[in-house]
């Protein structure tokens, strides 16, 4: 299964940020480590759809202090193994590539 | 800081709660919040709120929504099929229909009225938006006159038409009709009926350009003085009084009295301007005209109409017309004679479309009682749709625990929406087809009813058109009627009921169904409103009934002709003239009922000069004082002028005095007879014998000599459809009958018969043919059908009115016992234990009616104005004074009424509610 930049790019992000792999600590990942300024909606439909094929999953916790509980997504052993296979075409892409 | 402040602005986010929904949706919104709390403390408050504004107008917003609510929707249902109508979808909605029969028959009237009232303005509209069948039928326009201060419309005089035919450049030909005249044709046969025709300039098949079939048109040389007498007639005519003869062309006929050649006959298509059969020169055929008098100013009588040339814009059309207008007043040397109360400088030339001139509407864009039209038949469908969806609501919400089963068992909610959508597009189509057949059978009555107004190539009948814009009606409607309150049982509640599917937790009906409860009693105390006023405004109507079926009516006209005599000279003085004309006329009548009463088969024969269902002709009068009553000032009273033995031929009992005598055929006869409602109105219980009246103008100057009361007879039943005194602000105090003495030439025969009509009426046309065949006579027909078609005309749109009136109380009444009922079913419990707790009936009653009696009293305080409105849009004469206050208070009652019955049932069903049994089955 072959995935798109954001999809890639949220999931290092969930596995970052473990536990705390909510939809706005992810937007605030992407943006803070790989530059991307997408909006919390964008992230959350991104997410949404990577749980429809099965490469992510979410539960709800409860906030430490009360509050409403936070749905906090993780990565699915399928969900691994399309983002290594992801890195390792990446890889091999990258293999005798020489940048002037 | 406190939490509350970190929250961000309440209204957006419930918005955004709405779009995103509940479950993730709401996950997501937290996240959202997160954000917010972020943008807060990083730029203020401010701008964090305009920010989270914007979250409701980004695209990304609602393709989340999308995402999540299909992604919820597939875990339900985890494989998807394309929803399409099946036999299954059909046969349960048929299932649905035979189960809950009062809702089908209630939901298939409702639908069967509101379809076909939300049809028919725009079906009427498709309709005479038909082009002419003639070539290039867009290019031809009508030219007529507005009149700026009183907005009434006129056409031209005939000599200034003739001065718009030689000097307008803009037009191709410009052509004057008369309108819906009727000419007795006589032919050799000696049949003699009256035909459908016009009188018109050559012109008139100049631009048509229709070629004859037979023979040619009319042509320039027919219209000159001295030109032979010809005529060209239709193909109907042809047919049926021709033998459709080949040779025809040529042959005699006698046309009002002129032998006339025919020297054209029409193709079977044209019957222009009406439904027309034969064609003459206006030129030798209208007195009036010929000798070139103005054209009296009168509606639709006539038409002037032209073909632009081509690249010629209506509006320059409209420029040329007003400057050639002002030349020709510029130019004219004797003062212009308009019609009475015509100030002839504020008439302003227009150019219109043919159908809009032909049928005197006025110009531009629909207003007013077209528009009115619109709006209440869309109305009414919304209405009717809104009840049928509360009707539904209510079924479906008792199916609440069903479709919980369904949902549980794998069905989406998608689904389920689709399948109750079908049950009301099966009542819907039902309801549309029920619709168009009384739609089509009204339409036919219509027709035959109005038939010689009807243009020949207007189809009013059901076209494919209309019938697929009923479709989508009724597909709109059951989107209204059935997936709303769909959408509502099934939404975010459904999933809580179904975890205690048995107990149900209560439906709320929302703002939606408040608003629409509100709407539909405002628009029933709205419609009984003006259904009451128009009741209350009615015309008098003496019984038609009562009338013998062996009375005939025919319309007889003697042609000037008959009676012309020399000039006026100076041997002989303007009185005298008019005095020897009037007394030709005199004996002229005489004689025609003199004859007519030596026949075998007639009882007795008269003459009246106002025919039944005309529009009355009324005057005011002054009644003189006498020393036993005190001035009674000037009533107004409907006046119809009679011929000695009239009331005997119609069989209408004096009451006191009697008949004029043969005396009163003198023009110096001074006597006249009071019909017995306004002598009761007037007189009240004084002796009306020998009293005196004369006519005033209105303002109690006399306008004309005193004339005697000789008698005082019942009502003769005679007004039709306008009533004892007509309507409105005209409405008369009753009727007054004086001699038949001046030298009216066109006048209604009553004829009484010895035996019932049958096959009399040609015969009888026969009769007077023989006796003068340039005599002109309409149709022969009972009396009692004419004054009945009469009441049916005039009578037809009140009953109309009240049908609906109707129609939409027991709709309203429908819709809110049907969720009082609801709500008594799902407050059972709550009854139960407020019962337990000490409830009075009183209380209970407040708990389940408060709701309804809140929407209940801004109906109506909404419904009065409306009521108003609707009668003022429609241009209801004589509006407002206490009438219409009566009409008011009247349909506040009946809306209490209604909401009284529509109530009643679910209270006695909520005090009936014991206690012990519903805790005990809640248990």
Known sequence: ?100 | MTDSLNEPPRWTRRMLRRILGMGKGADALEDVDSEYRIVRGRRGSAIAGIWYFTQLLRPDTWQLARVIRRAEDGRLTPRRYPLRISWLDLRLGVRMLVKHPGLTIVATLALGVGIPAGLAPGHVARVEQTALPVREADRIKVLRYLDTTSGRLHTPFIDEFRDWRDNLSSWRSVAFTSLQRRYNVVTRDGRSEPVQGAAVTPSFFEILEVPPLLGRPLVASDDVPDAPHVVVIGHALWRSRFGADPDVVGRQVRVGGVQRTVVGVMPEDFRFPYRDELWLPLQSNDVSVSAGEPVPFRRASSLVFGRLRDGVSTEQAEDELAAVRNHWVAQRTEPIRAAPGVDYASLKPQVVGFLTGLFAKPAGAPSGPAVLAQLLGLLVLVVACANVGMLIFARTAARTSELAVRTALGASRRRIVFQLFVEALVIALIATGVGLLVAQGAVSQLLEAYQEAQPYWLDYGISLETMLWALALATGSAVIAGTIPALRVTGAGLRIRLGRATTGAPLRFGGLYGVLTVTNVALAVATVGAGAFLWLARPELATSAELSPRLVVAEVAIPNRSVRQGPITDDISVEDWVRAYTDKVLALRVELVRRLKTQAEIVDVSIADVLPGSPPNTRYVEIEAVASAGALGSRRARVTHVHPGFFEAIGRPFLTGSEFGAVNLEATATSVIAGSTFARRVLGERNPLGRRLRYTDGRGEPAGPWYEIVGVVDDTGLEGGQGIGGIGEDRAEGGLYFPLADETRSFDLIVRLEANPGSFAPRLRRLIAEIDPTYIVSEPQPLRTVVASSEFRATAPIKAAILLTGFLVVLAAAGTHALMSLTVSQRRREIGIRTALGAQANDITGLVARRAIGQLGVGSVLGAPLAWWILRGAEVPGLGGSRLVVAVVLACGVALVVAALACTGPIVRALRVMPSETLQSEA
């Not at chain 1, 596995?15 to 803070?32: K, M, N, Q, V």
């Open chain 1, 1 to 100: 299964m072959s995935l798109g930049d954001l999809q890639q790019l949220s999931m290092l992000a969930v596995a970052r940020l473990g536990e705390d792999a909510y939809g706005a600590a992810i937007r605030e990942e992407l943006r803070g480590i790989a530059g991307r300024n997408v909006s919390v909606q964008t992230v959350w439909v991104t997410l949404v759809r990577l749980e429809e094929q099965g490469l992510a999953e979410s539960i709800q916790v409860p906030r430490p202090g009360g509050g409403r509980a936070r749905r906090i997504f993780s990565l699915t052993p399928s969900g691994w193994q399309a983002l290594q296979a992801a890195r390792a075409s990446m890889a091999r892409m990258w293999e005798g590539v020489v940048v002037p």
